[in-house]
């Protein structure tokens, strides 16, 4: 089964492109991109909080999405994090198996 996250970061005001900026700039998302099992790894800027940014990520399986959290990019971004986020909401779904 497929698994979609909605990752909602809230962002120390007026920061928001700076984060952005640091995670481009560090090659997260293109290492998040190119793992095995990535099927979207993509960023919205929220046209009703300056302060928030939405991660939209779909993986292919429980397996390719636990084996992502082992990665020295995921680690690098905690660390950006620490720096710029406040908060951090995650939706998790799963996606059924098309018959």
């Known amino acids: 089964m497929k698994k979609r996250l909605e990752v909602h970061y809230y962002i120390k005001h007026g920061k928001r492109h700076e984060f952005y900026n640091s995670i481009i700039e560090n090659g ?23 302060d928030e940014l939405l991660l939209l990520e779909m993986w292919s399986s429980e397996e390719a999405l636990a084996a992502h959290s082992l990665t020295k990019h995921f680690e690098r971004l ?22």
Do not use: H, L, M, W
């Not at 998302?29 to 990535?38: I, P, T, V």
């Not at 406040?86 to 998790?92: G, L, Q, W």
């Open 28 to 50: 997260i998302a293109a290492d998040s991109c190119s793992e095995e099992g990535n099927e979207q790894y993509d960023y919205y800027f929220s046209t009703e909080n300056e």
């Open 78 to 99: 905690k660390a950006i994090k620490d720096e710029f986020v406040t908060d951090t909401v995650i939706n998790r779904f799963d996606i059924p198996d098309k018959e």
